[in-house]
């Protein structure tokens, strides 16, 4: 298993154009989770997914931003009509949630977005 | 809510010297994590601290959980320049277990 992946890695768009980032977790895990990162800050919690159900979506997230976890496997993260303020780096992460067992959270490498 | 402070947010130290960055959060949880991330880069998991009294060690890195006093704190160990990275301490929350996040500390070790 190579880990979290991330795809692309770098996206450049301008203002008012749709991205869509994708993510493909470790395999065995059922949890998948959204941050979104600025500079000098930590990871902002975004939504969540447990296996394909949506379970959580912060309520800083305004309706441009949809994702979805079809199947269960890996998962979508769609902005629409993107503004310079979306720019950040958007990290996926994933773990095998066992209840009492909280498995570790594993992080991909990022998909950076410049809104121009 | 749940909210996670550390301290310092930048250090800057030698090489060779011992320092010690410290993670206040402000409710109860099962769980504390200690991150590094390295500029550009995703992050990548350093520490997992279950309880009470938890100890860990990878090389020059201590970290130590005091759940009553809700702190961890990230000792550093005859620091040298591979250390130079921000480090993020994050803690379970709710019952979802999504992580609340603290600023980070950049730290940039000098020779």
């Known amino acids: 298993d190579t880990g979290v992946s991330q795809d692309p890695r770098h996206k450049i768009t301008k203002r008012g154009q749709n991205v869509t980032f994708r993510c493909d977790p470790i395999?065995?895990?059922?949890?998948l989770y959204w941050y979104r990162q600025t500079l000098g800050q930590g990871p902002e919690f975004l939504t969540y997914?447990?296996?394909?159900?949506?379970?959580?979506k912060s309520r800083l997230l305004s309706d441009r931003f949809s994702a979805e976890r079809p199947k269960g496997s890996f998962s979508t993260l769609e902005i629409q009509r993107t503004e310079q303020g979306d720019s950040a780096m958007y990290l996926c992460?994933?773990?095998?949630?066992?209840?009492?067992?909280?498995?570790?959270?594993?992080f991909g490498e990022g998909s950076r977005l410049t809104v121009l | 809510e749940l909210k996670v402070e550390q301290n310092p947010l930048f250090l800057s130290m030698q090489e060779g010297k011992n320092y010690t960055i410290y993670c206040n959060y402000s409710t109860t949880s099962d769980r504390l994590y200690w991150y590094r991330q390295d500029p550009g880069k995703s992050l990548e998991s350093l520490f997992v601290?279950?309880?009470n009294g938890a100890v860990k060690q990878e090389g020059r890195l201590m970290a130590s959980l005091d759940t009553k006093a809700r702190l961890s704190t990230l000792h550093i160990t005859a620091a040298v320049h591979d250390l130079s990275a921000t480090y993020f301490c994050?803690?379970?929350?709710?019952?979802?277990?999504?992580?609340?996040w603290g600023l980070g500390t950049s730290l940039a070790v000098n020779p």
């Open positions: 994050a803690v379970n929350a709710g019952n979802n277990r999504k992580l609340i």
């Open positions: 601290l279950l309880s």
């Open positions: 992460a994933s773990r095998l949630w066992t209840p009492p067992l909280t498995g570790e959270l594993f």
């Open positions: 395999s065995e895990h059922n949890r």
């Open positions: 997914f447990q296996n394909e159900a949506q379970l959580e």
